[in-house]
């Protein structure tokens, strides 16, 4: 199965999400709050991510949180989160590459007993489309999984659209993931995800999630995901400089 450790699914629900603002920048930092409610037992998280980008990320007629993607700006990054009741910390560290067309990500995620690794190689086939192949492997699967994916981010009329569509395989089961992302402006964005995880009798897993500009520099998200009777709510913030 893929990502078995509590912590680190949620570690990367954490990350996944932030906005922008109206104006360029270099480097971001995000806190998170999130609550995992399962049969009248909450948990509590907090977590942190720093980016910074290698060179400038302009925004100028893009929808402002896919301009670093659309611009193929490269980035290191780190993140943190704990959890409260689990008494858990996960830490890690990792990096976008970006040379020509051809696209190269790896993280490295750890917490006392798990490490694992995960990678991303791919191509855009043409602007705002890419399509990649990967690797994730470590102490958190049981076998290491291979993920193949698209994104794909475009105008519609006067609005775009982000849309992600991801397989990943094992020796066990086929899962698949699906995003989109409707931005009403540049900067406000509605978007509904959707998971099959292939296990046997699980029921699909569903969500939403809604970002929005406040004033510069600051965005905020919030993201809802309900799986087999358990209910995930992340709130995060982001400042852009």
Known sequence: MKKTSLALTMTALLAAHGSAYASDYRSEASATFGQINYQNNDENTFGIDLKMN??????????LAEAAFLGHNSNINANYAQFNKAKVETRGFGGEFWVNDFFFA???QMTEENNDINARFGVALYHGLLVYAGLDTGDSYD?????YGLKYVTSVGNDFINFEVSMTDNEE???????????????IAFGIRATDTGVEDADPIYGAGFRAF????????????RDNGMDTYVFTGVTRF
């Open 54 to 63: 290698l060179e400038r990320v302009r925004t100028k007629n893009r929808p």
């Open 143 to 147: 076998t290491d999984a291979m993920t």
């Open 214 to 225: 406040i004033v510069p520099p600051v965005s905020v998200s919030l993201e809802y995901t």
């Open 173 to 187: 089961v086929s899962s698949y993931n699906l995003i989109t992302d409707y931005y009403f402006t540049r900067d």
């Open 106 to 108: 790896g993280n490295y």
